[in-house]
């Protein structure tokens, strides 16, 4: 027997907690950062991942005229920074000068980054696909920065060090007390 009922769609908020993202980008002079929570890896080969941001957004123009952003992966202890690159708007303010939000150059494209993120990509933007309210940016990464402290020698994060901000919706992140990392392998359901 199923325990499903009828479901409404809402915000989408079904599938998460989703590790939060925060974009940066600059144009003529104008540095901003936006949080994301719609955000995927697509292609290995071209190295392609995808931010989805509604033309409401300040970013939506800075993005689509430099044609390039930063995916700064966030700790959790930076949830508040989320908060404010997903509350305030470039439209009405600087957020780095407002909230004193530290960054620095970024090193393959031209704009900015957040020195305290666990990763960084940095994406030249190859298409932007529109996606019903939202437009789907596909940026090619051109470099990858990482804190060293925060993986393990097998690209693993290393959660003993920092766990990432993870976000289940209208505000609520999760705070991970207590963890542990258990290895389902699939080999054996590989047929040759
Ligand atoms: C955790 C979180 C995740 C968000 N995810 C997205 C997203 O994936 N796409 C989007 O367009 N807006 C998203 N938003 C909303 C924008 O971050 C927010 O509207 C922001 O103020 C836009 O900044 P801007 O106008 O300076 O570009 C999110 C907000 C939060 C708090």
């Known amino acids: 027997m199923s325990n499903l009922i009828q479901g409404k769609l809402g ?16 144009y003529e002079g104008k540095n901003n950062m936006i949080a994301l929570a719609w955000h995927t890896a697509l292609s290995f080969d071209p190295p392609l991942y ?46 780095f000068e407002k909230y004193n939000i530290p960054f620095e150059n970024a090193k393959s494209i031209n704009t ?38 925060a993986f393990k020698d097998d690209e693993i994060l290393n959660l003993n060090f920092k766990i990432p901000s993870l976000y289940m919706g209208n505000d609520n992140y999760l705070i991970l007390e207590k963890f542990e990392l258990k290895k389902f ?8």
């Open 11 to 26: 915000k989408m908020y079904h599938y998460y907690p989703v590790s939060v993202a925060i974009a940066t980008c600059s």
């Open 50 to 95: 995808g931010i989805s941001i509604s033309p409401k957004r300040f970013s939506y123009n800075l993005i689509e005229k430099s044609r390039c952003f930063a995916l700064n992966f966030i700790p959790n202890d930076y949830n508040e920074v989320v908060a404010i690159a997903g509350g305030a708007s470039g439209s009405f303010c600087d957020k």
């Open 112 to 149: 900015v980054i957040l020195p305290f993120s666990l990763a960084v990509y940095e994406c030249e933007l190859v298409k932007k696909v529109p996606a019903g309210d939202h437009s789907l940016f596909i940026g090619q990464i051109k470099n990858v920065l990482i804190d060293p402290r």
């Open 185 to 192: 392998s699939r080999k054996k359901y590989q047929e040759k």
